[in-house]
């Protein structure tokens, strides 16, 4: 059973609690910035191992230092309680990448 997808409202009540994320197009977007390229390669890799095993995988685009992020379910056709989870996972692996 997919996840239900979460209201506009409750969206943006939701992101006042993730700075750096915002709805852009349906979806939650970050962009993240490393110090270079391993770092920005290593956060990725680790999202992956957290991604593979929550089934629920990202969006993504990388140059260089750069990792920009949108989270979307989309067999509901929408934001969901997944895509929360994994913001915030991926903000707390940010964290140990040397994000600028």
């Known amino acids: 059973m997919p996840s239900r997808k979460i209201d506009h409202t409750e969206i943006e009540r939701r992101l006042n609690d993730l700075p750096g994320w915002a709805l852009t197009a349906g979806k939650l977007h970050r962009e993240y910035r490393f110090a270079d390229f391993v770092s920005a390669f290593g956060f990725m890799a680790s ?20 990792v920009r992020v949108d989270l979307v379910t989309h067999d509901a056709g929408g934001v969901t309680e997944l895509d929360f989870t994994l913001a915030v996972r991926m903000d707390d692996l940010a964290r140990g990448h040397a994000v600028r």
């Open 47 to 66: 999202v992956a191992l957290v991604a593979e095993a929550m089934n629920h995988h990202p969006e993504w685009f990388n140059v260089y230092g750069t």
